[in-house]
């Protein structure tokens, strides 16, 4: 009698457990490339393991990388034995750490999705992306969800940018004489067109958006210079002192903002975060 009854129990507790397939459990992802990692999160997905933890939460900050997720070490060179210890079931890289995949796919499957390439990066490439990293992680209404909040608050932030905000000159310095100035295939142009902002830099830029220069090369164009931090040690001080800066400032007609750090090569994640603190910025300059 004792047997049957518990037999009944266990028989009970089968059926009133919610019964959830494997195509409804997430998939267990590692990923060496920050932009997927902040697409996954973003999505819903918590990789198994993530490259250079640390860093992309200083970088990129938001989405931030759980603490359940195990530190792969380098982008450049992962520690494959721990990566084997997590058994994932997909490896997600971009085309720059292509060379990996040799190593990484006895470990796992190897998907390897593109976005920062010569004249492709757009608002719909960021969509396009987004979707692809969907289908591959069965997770494609959250990808449309995504995309739609991503657009709504957009258009929330552009009835909120002053009416007056000239073109943006967006830099990050890589010394105190040299930057990255962003411009056409740049997640940031993208962010500022998406919210009616126009870029000041018409210059080339490469499949990531941007071109190194000297500060000199800024002198002369017309919009406000945006620096985008982090900043290397020591630069704010020296551009504090430095008359060549303070009247490339001056001759714009404009003060500098500075914004907090943003993945340069984000996605729809990063696009708005940026456009969000971008608004912020200006509507504080503008009181």
């Given at each position: 009698?004792?047997?049957t009854?518990?037999?009944?129990l266990i028989?009970?507790a089968?059926?009133?457990?919610?019964?959830v397939?494997?195509?409804?459990?997430?998939?267990?992802?590692?990923v060496?490339?920050?932009?997927?990692?902040?697409?996954?999160?973003?999505?819903?997905?918590?990789p198994?393991?993530?490259?250079?933890?640390?860093?992309?939460?200083?970088w990129v900050?938001s989405?931030?990388?759980?603490?359940i997720?195990?530190?792969?070490?380098?982008?450049?060179?992962?520690?494959?034995?721990?990566l084997?210890?997590?058994k994932?079931?997909r490896i997600?890289?971009s085309?720059?750490?292509?060379?990996?995949?040799?190593?990484?796919?006895r470990?796992?499957?190897?998907?390897?999705?593109?976005?920062?390439?010569?004249?492709?990066?757009?608002?719909?490439a960021?969509?396009?992306?987004?979707?692809?990293i969907?289908?591959?992680t069965?997770?494609e209404?959250?990808?449309?969800?995504?995309?739609?909040?991503?657009?709504?608050?957009l258009?929330?932030?552009?009835?909120?940018?002053p009416a007056?905000?000239?073109?943006?000159?967006?830099v990050?310095?890589?010394?105190?004489?040299?930057?990255?100035?962003?411009?056409?295939?740049?997640?940031?142009?993208?962010?500022?067109?998406?919210?009616?902002?126009?870029?000041?830099?018409q210059?080339?830029?490469?499949?990531?958006?941007?071109?190194?220069?000297?500060?000199?090369k800024?002198?002369?164009?017309?919009?406000?210079?945006?620096?985008?931090?982090p900043?290397?040690?020591g630069?704010?001080?020296?551009?504090?002192?430095?008359?060549?800066?303070?009247?490339?400032?001056?001759?714009?007609?404009?003060?500098m903002l500075?914004?907090?750090?943003v993945?340069?090569?984000?996605?729809?994640?990063?696009?708005?975060r940026?456009?969000?603190?971008l608004?912020?910025a200006?509507?504080?300059?503008a009181?």
């Open positions: 009698m004792k047997n009854f518990s037999y009944l028989v009970f089968t059926l009133t457990t919610p019964f397939s494997a195509q409804e459990q997430d998939m267990k992802v590692a060496i490339d920050w932009t997927q990692i902040e697409t996954l999160l973003a999505l819903g997905i918590q198994i393991g993530a490259a250079q933890v640390a860093d992309y939460n200083a900050k989405p931030t990388i759980p603490a997720t195990a530190d792969l070490g380098l982008r450049t060179q992962p520690n494959l034995e721990r084997s210890e997590l994932p079931e997600f890289i085309p720059m750490f292509q060379s990996l995949a040799p190593q990484l796919s470990i796992a499957p190897v998907t390897s999705i593109a976005l920062y390439k010569k004249d492709n990066v757009s608002w719909q960021l969509k396009t992306y987004t979707r692809t969907a289908k591959d069965n997770k209404d959250a990808a449309e969800a995504l995309i739609q909040s991503a657009q709504n608050k258009a929330e932030l552009t009835t909120q940018v007056n905000a000239a073109p943006l000159l967006m990050q310095f890589m010394d105190a004489r040299h930057v990255r100035v962003f411009g056409n295939n740049s997640m940031y142009k993208i962010a500022a067109n998406q919210i009616g902002l126009k870029n000041a830099w210059g080339d830029t490469n499949s990531w958006g941007f071109s190194l220069v000297g500060i000199d800024l002198l002369g164009i017309k919009g406000q210079i945006v620096v985008i931090e900043l290397p040690a630069v704010m001080t020296n551009l504090q002192q430095d008359a060549f800066w303070q009247y490339l400032v001056t001759q714009t007609g404009h003060p500075t914004i907090a750090p993945w340069s090569f984000g996605a729809i994640p990063s696009t708005v940026f456009a969000t603190l608004t912020a200006l509507n504080k300059e009181k």
